[in-house]
């Protein structure tokens, strides 16, 4: 007979009765240790990108930061298995992760200030030029771990940075949080980029994501003679795209 809940607030990689349970009944207690995760913390928030290289981590680790100054306590998790740039972004790169100490088995995040906490693969690489190399089940495996496994604490704000694309990482952060309070979507203004953030606009609307807006990153540059700015390519295209998707553009 399957259980329907398992009282243990530890992960089963580490409970002695792992081996007597099936893979639905494991798959159910990880997303019991998500569920309890979550209710500390007020909201989450997504940034993604249709493409890479558009500013979508820079314009998280701002947006982490800007709210961490206002006081708020703020954690950003980077989803970006691949390409995990947050720790060094913010300077920590070099810093690891410790086991929490406790009744409760985890991971402390990484403070990289007093009111922002972070966590990354990033921090469990030996050397920053190693590869991950995994197909989508442990991927969703690792999202699991950082959602129900690391020791957030109470947080008003989780910021979660997303790869480029609407791939395992996305989906599964979906559907392991189940109700994500909005979605910020980053582009640039050549028209690939344009393109793609049209898909990932898609993808928060069928997936029921509130949509916040878009942002046009990289459209100019201020000359360091003069301040005037400079339009590096043409400009206005991310607001062209906000309206026809009926987005805000931020």
């Known amino acids: 007979m399957t259980k329907n809940t398992c009282d243990k607030d530890t992960n089963c990689q580490s409970c002695s009765s792992a081996a007597t349970c099936s893979a639905e009944e494991k798959e159910r207690h990880a997303q019991q240790l998500i569920d309890a995760t ?60 410790c086991a929490a100490m406790g009744p409760v088995d985890g991971i402390l995040p ?23 190399i995994w197909r989508g089940p442990m991927k969703h495996g690792l999202m699991k771990q950082f959602l129900g496994e690391v020791h957030w604490g109470s947080l008003d704000y989780l910021i979660i940075d997303l790869p480029p694309g609407t791939g395992d990482e996305a989906l599964s952060i979906a559907h392991l949080i189940k109700k994500v309070d ?15 953030s049209k898909k990932s606009i898609s993808f928060c609307r069928e997936l ?32 062209q795209i906000a309206k026809k998707m009926k987005v805000p553009f931020l």
Not at 43 to 52: D, N, P, Q, R, Y
Not at 75 to 84: E, K, R
Not at 110 to 132: H, P, Q, T, W, Y
Not at 213 to 228: A, D, Q
Request: aromatic share 4%.
């Open 38 to 97: 979550l209710k500390n913390i007020r909201h989450t928030f997504m940034v993604l990108s249709g493409k890479g290289g558009v500013g979508k981590s820079s314009v998280s680790v701002n947006l982490a930061a800007t709210l961490a100054q206002q006081g708020k306590s703020v954690g950003i998790l980077d989803a970006d298995i691949h390409g995990p740039n947050i720790p060094k972004m913010l300077g920590i790169a070099d810093r690891r992760p």
């Open 110 to 132: 990484i403070e990289a200030d007093c009111n922002l906490r972070v966590m990354s693969i990033g921090f469990f690489l030996n050397k920053e030029e190693d590869a991950i």
């Open 208 to 239: 029921k994501i509130p949509r916040i807006g878009v942002i046009e990153n990289m459209s100019g540059m201020l000359c360091p003679h003069c301040r005037k700015e400079i339009n590096l390519f043409k400009v206005g295209g991310g607001e």
């Open 182 to 196: 909005g979605a910020v979507i980053v582009t640039t203004p050549q028209d690939v980029a344009l393109l793609d």
